[in-house]
């Protein structure tokens, strides 16, 4: 039984004179595929022309082929065509036993050299490999110039693909400079914005903006506080306490703040509020007052040498500014003759260590040192035979002896033109050790510069719902801060521990 089947005349047995069947395949031509993209749609109208040009029917048109003429397997290499997409492909196109030699047979060996390329191309990152070449070709093309064709096209390929490599490194050299770059400016936009790298490992700048020793401490604060603390949307906790300890540290202008911060005037200074308020509400009790035997076990050298281990305390005074009031008799409290104007007068005490344990509430100016100090209700702390030092203003003999205590507060002259030696040598004895709450003092205001300048009249309010104004919190505050530093008397390191 015999059958054509083939468009180019093959007479192909589909079963041999022994009844044994033959292995032939036959196969469409191919459709133009328009509705899968451009690319798919000019190779594959590309490759129904090259079909159509090589079996060279005139009954085959591009427009209309019918599905019973097809193309056998002898025609192709493989003894079937390649894939539509693999152009370089000898079996992209019929080219054997066509009837005719105009159609150039493709080259099996250019088309295994090329998918060899692309093969290590991908390996190797696109250095091409050294590969042993076939000790013989067999070229079955037809034409005087195929070979020069393929030796350009090999050419053309070899320097499309060098270039490529060196496009990749310079793209990758690039890419590295690039990355390098911008972590550097990175880097430096992070030692310029005010967050946690600001200051981290920089503890100059620790101390200059915040007063504090070390980052630790700046975020050991951090961390009590940062739960009581309101949400905003700009600033993070961070940066709210960074804020707050950057006022009373420096005293810069809100207006120069807000720049820096990248915020209003008026977010800057609830922010500031806020924050003083949580700081005094979690931390105003490390100001307090020490059991007698922790002074006692503590007792710095020159205390016990002159007064034993009875000195309690160390008093004394301090004024800040504040603006004229427009009240006459709120003018006339806070007018301070010893400064020419108008203040709010302070009563701090410290211990023999050097740490601040009291500090009153705001007075007056006016108040004198013996008011404040007899009114305050530090006097109820004392306990019988504990030793007050005292500056010669603080005129509380009286006050003290009912709590069963002593003071100790220079000697006057009494009218005479000096002293007498006894008199003179208690006196450079109390003086040697009543400095020290002045040097607290000192420590206080110049740590803080926020206490320097002159406060404004509604800072001097009392706050909605509490006893208190936002000035004496602002001043516990900064006690506190102050407690957190070393001491001013007593360097580490030089006097035992008490582990009560």
């Given at each position: 039984?015999?059958?054509?089947?083939?468009?180019?005349?093959?007479?192909v047995?589909?079963?041999?004179?022994?009844?044994?069947?033959?292995?032939?395949?036959?196969?469409a031509?191919?459709?133009?595929?328009?509705?899968?993209?451009?690319?798919?749609?000019?190779?594959?109208?590309?490759?129904?022309?090259?079909?159509?040009?090589?079996?060279r029917?005139?009954?085959?048109?591009?427009?209309y082929?019918?599905?019973?003429?097809?193309?056998?397997?002898?025609?192709?290499?493989?003894?079937?065509?390649?894939?539509?997409?693999?152009?370089?492909?000898?079996?992209w196109?019929?080219?054997?036993?066509?009837?005719?030699?105009?159609?150039?047979?493709?080259?099996?060996?250019?088309?295994?050299?090329?998918?060899?390329?692309?093969?290590?191309?991908?390996?190797?990152?696109?250095?091409r490999?050294?590969?042993?070449?076939?000790?013989?070709?067999?070229?079955?093309?037809?034409g005087?110039?195929?070979?020069?064709?393929?030796?350009?096209?090999?050419?053309?390929e070899?320097?499309?693909?060098?270039?490529?490599?060196?496009?990749?490194?310079?793209?990758?050299?690039?890419?590295?400079?690039?990355?390098e770059?911008?972590?550097?400016?990175?880097?430096?936009?992070?030692?310029?914005?005010?967050?946690?790298?600001?200051?981290k490992?920089?503890?100059?700048?620790?101390?200059?903006y915040?007063?504090?020793?070390?980052?630790a401490?700046?975020?050991?604060?951090?961390?009590?506080?940062?739960?009581?603390?309101?949400?905003?949307?700009?600033?993070?906790?961070?940066?709210?306490?960074?804020?707050?300890?950057?006022?009373?540290?420096?005293?810069?202008?809100?207006?120069?703040?807000?720049?820096?911060?990248?915020?209003?005037?008026?977010t800057?200074?609830?922010?500031?509020?806020?924050?003083?308020?949580?700081?005094?509400?979690?931390?105003?009790?490390?100001?307090?007052?020490?059991?007698r035997?922790?002074?006692?076990?503590?007792?710095?050298?020159?205390?016990?040498?002159?007064?034993?281990?009875?000195?309690?305390?160390?008093?004394?005074?301090?004024?800040?500014?504040?603006?004229?009031?427009?009240?006459?008799?709120?003018?006339?409290?806070?007018?301070?003759?010893?400064?020419?104007?108008?203040?709010?007068?302070?009563l701090?005490?410290?211990?023999?260590?050097?740490?601040?344990?009291?500090i009153?509430?705001?007075?007056?100016?006016?108040?004198?040192?013996?008011?404040?100090?007899?009114?305050?209700?530090?006097?109820?702390?004392?306990?019988?035979?504990?030793?007050?030092l005292?500056?010669?203003?603080?005129?509380?003999?009286?006050?003290?002896?009912?709590?069963?205590a002593?003071?100790?507060?220079?000697?006057?002259?009494?009218?005479?033109?000096?002293?007498d030696?006894?008199?003179?040598?208690?006196?450079?004895?109390?003086?040697?050790?009543?400095?020290?709450?002045?040097?607290?003092?000192?420590?206080?205001?110049?740590?803080?510069?926020?206490?320097?300048?002159?406060?404004?009249?509604?800072s001097?309010?009392?706050?909605?719902?509490?006893?208190?104004?936002?000035?004496?919190?602002?001043?516990?505050?900064?006690?506190?801060?102050v407690?957190?530093?070393?001491?001013?008397v007593?360097?580490?390191?030089?006097?035992?521990?008490?582990?009560?």
């Amino acid at each position: 039984m015999v059958r054509t089947c083939c468009v180019l005349g093959c007479n192909v047995r589909s079963y041999d004179r022994h009844g044994n069947k033959v292995g032939l395949s036959f196969y469409a031509f191919p459709t133009w595929k328009q509705r899968e993209g451009a690319h798919v749609s000019d190779v594959t109208k590309r490759r129904r022309l090259a079909w159509i040009a090589a079996v060279r029917r005139a009954d085959i048109k591009f427009c209309y082929v019918s599905r019973y003429q097809l193309v056998c397997s002898r025609h192709f290499h493989s003894g079937k065509p390649a894939y539509e997409m693999d152009q370089t492909n000898p079996d992209w196109v019929p080219t054997l036993h066509m009837g005719h030699s105009e159609i150039r047979t493709s080259h099996s060996d250019r088309h295994r050299r090329r998918t060899q390329r692309q093969q290590n191309k991908v390996l190797f990152g696109g250095k091409r490999q050294p590969h042993p070449q076939p000790q013989s070709l067999i070229l079955k093309v037809t034409g005087a110039d195929a070979e020069n064709i393929d030796i350009r096209e090999k050419q053309t390929e070899d320097q499309q693909l060098t270039n490529d490599c060196v496009h990749c490194v310079q793209s990758r050299a690039e890419i590295n400079r690039l990355l390098e770059e911008n972590r550097k400016l990175k880097s430096k936009l992070d030692k310029t914005e005010l967050n946690e790298n600001f200051l981290k490992g920089d503890t100059e700048k620790v101390k200059y903006y915040t007063g504090f020793t070390c980052f630790a401490i700046f975020m050991s604060v951090l961390e009590n506080v940062k739960a009581f603390l309101t949400a905003s949307k700009k600033l993070s906790h961070f940066q709210m306490l960074l804020l707050t300890l950057m006022q009373l540290r420096l005293d810069l202008p809100v207006q120069h703040l807000s720049y820096l911060f990248n915020v209003s005037y008026k977010t800057l200074s609830s922010v500031f509020s806020d924050t003083i308020d949580v700081l005094h509400a979690r931390f105003g009790i490390l100001v307090h007052w020490p059991e007698r035997h922790c002074l006692q076990a503590t007792m710095p050298p020159q205390f016990t040498d002159t007064f034993g281990n009875r000195v309690a305390i160390i008093v004394d005074c301090f004024e800040i500014r504040t603006e004229r009031p427009s009240n006459l008799k709120a003018r006339a409290q806070t007018y301070s003759h010893y400064k020419g104007t108008h203040t709010m007068k302070y009563l701090i005490r410290i211990t023999p260590q050097g740490a601040i344990s009291f500090i009153s509430k705001g007075w007056g100016g006016r108040a004198s040192d013996k008011h404040i100090t007899e009114q305050c209700g530090i006097l109820n702390k004392l306990l019988p035979g504990d030793v007050v030092l005292a500056d010669r203003g603080f005129d509380i003999r009286d006050a003290v002896g009912m709590m069963c205590a002593e003071v100790k507060i220079p000697a006057f002259t009494r009218g005479f033109c000096q002293l007498d030696a006894k008199d003179i040598e208690n006196t450079r004895a109390i003086a040697h050790l009543r400095i020290h709450v002045e040097r607290v003092i000192g420590s206080l205001r110049n740590k803080f510069k926020m206490l320097h300048t002159t406060m404004p009249i509604r800072s001097l309010l009392p706050c909605e719902g509490e006893d208190v104004t936002f000035l004496d919190k602002i001043v516990r505050v900064c006690c506190v801060l102050v407690n957190m530093c070393p001491s001013v008397v007593v360097k580490p390191g030089t006097h035992e521990t008490c582990t009560c």
